[in-house]
């Protein structure tokens, strides 16, 4: 059985040898967590604990969600604060707006919610030899509409548009592991939630389209299954890349050589 990954899956796609170093190497990164990364941690952290809350039958306050949040960006994670400490104000209070933001938009949260990072996993071929892995940050049945409704939230300060929604693999492979639970009759709403810009963008994807996402995933695997050279792709992206300074596309030559004390295999996600 191979298992694969959404971020496995982009990863290739945004730059082989990022790959490479990634799930094939196990290089361990000098800075293993941005502290761009961090915020998106804690703020989902923080919204899963809100709605963990309220499914307990306790609406916290606003006050409540701060304390948590500021309690968690301090003991999570703080060699990644100390390595980004000029930007670290400026990140905190990015997330206390974001969190705001959403508070102050859906309280009560009475939206019907069933899961918090609902772990699942997604059958690509008939034998079940490749399967997608993967977690919905919160899924809700909508008793009004009758739809089950993946939630996704969002911190990047960019918003993708049109096409690029109507092609987002992530949610819309999440989507065949809900209709694989209660039912492939049973309709299911794609939500993300851009935080920066306290925007919601709403989606959904026909049978056929499903199927279709389903063959080309595995297309994608067994690419990535048969490449041998992994080139690097030098973009924009590059410079949020932790591999950056061992890469050959930035003219860094020297041969790496890993510090064994922090060799661990890295997770999927």
């Known amino acids: ?15 082989n040898l990022k790959y490479k170093y990634r799930y094939i190497d196990n290089i361990i990164p000098e800075i293993e967590k941005t502290i761009e990364a961090h915020l998106g941690s804690i703020v989902h952290q923080t919204l899963e604990w809100l709605y963990s809350e309220v499914k307990g039958g306790r609406v916290p306050t606003i006050d409540d969600m701060i304390v948590y949040f500021s309690k968690s960006w301090m003991e999570e994670n703080k060699e990644t604060l100390m390595q980004d400490n000029n930007d670290e104000k400026k990140f905190f209070n990015k997330g206390i707006q974001y969190l705001l933001d959403y508070y102050n938009r859906y309280k009560p949260f009475d939206d019907n919610t069933i899961y918090l990072e609902k772990e699942i996993f997604i059958n690509l071929d008939e034998r079940g030899e490749y399967k997608i892995r993967g977690f919905i940050d919160r899924l809700a049945y909508n008793l009004n509409t009758k739809e089950y409704e993946i939630h996704d939230y969002k911190t990047s300060k960019t918003m993708p548009q049109g096409e690029k929604i109507e092609s987002d693999r992530q949610l819309a492979l999440y989507s065949v592991a809900v209709k694989e639970m209660f039912g492939s009759d049973k309709e299911v709403r794609l939500i993300w939630h851009y935080l920066f810009f306290n ?18 995933t595995l297309e994608l695997i067994r690419i990535i299954e048969s490449t041998t050279v992994f080139h690097p792709h030098k973009s924009n992206l590059c410079n949020w890349c932790a591999y950056k300074p061992i890469c050959p596309a930035w003219n860094n030559t020297e041969v790496y050589e890993p510090k064994f004390e922090k060799q661990k295999k890295l997770g999927d996600f």
């Not at 925007?199 to 080309?216: A, F, G, V």
């Open 199 to 216: 925007k919601r963008i709403e989606s959904k994807r026909t049978d056929e389209q499903l199927k279709q996402l389903k063959k080309d």
């Open 1 to 15: 059985m191979r298992v694969f990954s959404h971020s496995r899956l982009s990863t290739f796609e945004q730059c």
